[in-house]
């Protein structure tokens, strides 16, 4: 039993105070290890988690970068820009804004989507030059490939008209 008897001495007494203090501060230091042990795992956890969420994300973001570079090609295919003929001074621009991509809150990667357009001066004989707002596809230009929405559409009720959209010039 944990209780002394009435007719204790003094010392038996003191000597049961001084055992209850030793096996509260054993106690005690035992608490402490295990919450060490515990935030020493906790950390290690955390840090392993971060490493591979980083490997991850470099994993993806390296393969949205060819993907890119893949749709880039395609597109510049597909305009065929070697049907345009461009004479001695005349000049052709082609402006691509990559929008960047973010990770949402559970870890996934969202692409950021493009801007593209292309613009070369039609004839030189005209002083006048026509500015074209460039497009912006609102799910990327992979999207607008597999939809062929290369420009606003024709009408009420064209998908087109959802997807692309004139940008805004500075």
Known sequence: ANTLSEDSTDKEKEAAQKAIGEAKKACSSAKKDILN???????????A??????ALKKEVMASGKQVTSNIMSQALEGLKL???SLGKNQKATIEVDQK???V????EFKQGGLSFSLDYEKNLANEHKEFTHPLKFANGLGAALLTN????GGGLGDPCNEVVDHDIAC
């Open 100 to 102: 960047k991509g973010y």
């Open 149 to 152: 929405c290369f420009r606003a």
């Open 104 to 107: 949402s809150e559970n870890g």
């Open 82 to 84: 070697s049907d345009i």
């Open 37 to 47: 042990a515990v935030l020493n795992l906790w950390t290690n956890q955390h840090a």
């Open 49 to 54: 988690i971060q490493a591979e969420r980083e």
